[in-house]
């Protein structure tokens, strides 16, 4: 079956880095696109960034774009992101979400996150 | 705010029917593109509840079921149990914002 691991969150202070990853399996990795979704405290669920297939493609939120780098290793079957300049605004749980099958504009499996928090 | 728009809140009771709606505009739910909804229960990770509109993924109930409709969608929910207290997401891609998908704000179910 489809499981979708996250790691690598945690508490770090306003303008440092993170690098969260997800580790994929029960589906043919390479194939495709998959994303980073998350979700403030006690707020809704915000689309963060997408990577396609094949690593070709990277769309980013505009609350992230310029700070934020979404990456891919086949060989690994694992997605990144890697988080600089983070902002107390970014406390999140960051979940990362395999692309449908049958539309790729939806997310048809999620991990279970990896909460970030920003502050001093 | 979010992009597409929908109740903070809604309530029933149970073996009622309740619909969650959903509004957008002309740039994602009117330009045509598909809308999905998604479950997401206390303390979990939301789960594909409804994808392309009104198609169900393989072990979700026939209760659920959505619809669309100009600028607009809807989730429907009959016989409500206790199990489905839960936030519900609908979510879609919005063609005047680069790669994006969006979602609306949320909606809190309430079993009474």
């Known amino acids: 079956q489809v499981q979708l691991v996250e790691s690598g969150g945690g508490v770090v202070q306003p303008g440092r880095s993170l690098r969260l990853s997800c580790a994929a399996s029960g589906f043919t990795f390479s194939r495709y696109g998959m994303h980073w979704v998350r979700q403030a405290p006690g707020k809704g669920l915000e689309w963060v960034s997408l990577i396609s297939y094949d690593g070709s493609n990277k769309n980013y939120a505009d609350s992230v774009k310029g700070r934020f780098t979404i990456s891919r290793d086949k060989s690994k079957n694992t997605l990144y992101l890697q988080m600089n300049s983070l902002r107390a605004e970014d406390t999140a749980v960051y979940y990362c979400?395999?692309?449908?099958?049958?539309?790729?504009?939806?997310?048809?499996?999620w991990g279970q996150g990896t909460l970030v928090t920003v502050s001093s | 705010q979010s992009v597409l728009t929908q109740p903070p809140s809604v309530s029933g009771a149970p073996g009622q029917r309740v619909t969650i709606s959903c509004t957008g505009s002309s740039s994602n739910i009117g330009a045509g593109y598909n809308i999905h909804w998604y479950q997401q229960l206390p303390g979990t990770a939301p789960k594909l509840l409804i994808y392309?509109?009104?198609n169900r993924p393989s072990g979700v109930p026939d209760r659920f079921s959505g619809s669309k409709s100009g600028t607009s969608a809807s989730l429907a929910i009959t016989g409500l149990q206790a199990e489905d207290e839960a936030d519900y997401y609908c979510q879609s891609y919005d063609s005047s914002l680069s790669g994006s998908r969006v979602f609306g704000g949320g909606t809190k179910l309430t079993v009474l």
């Open positions: 979400a395999k692309e449908g099958t049958a539309d790729p504009y939806h997310f048809d499996y």
């Open positions: 392309g509109n009104n």
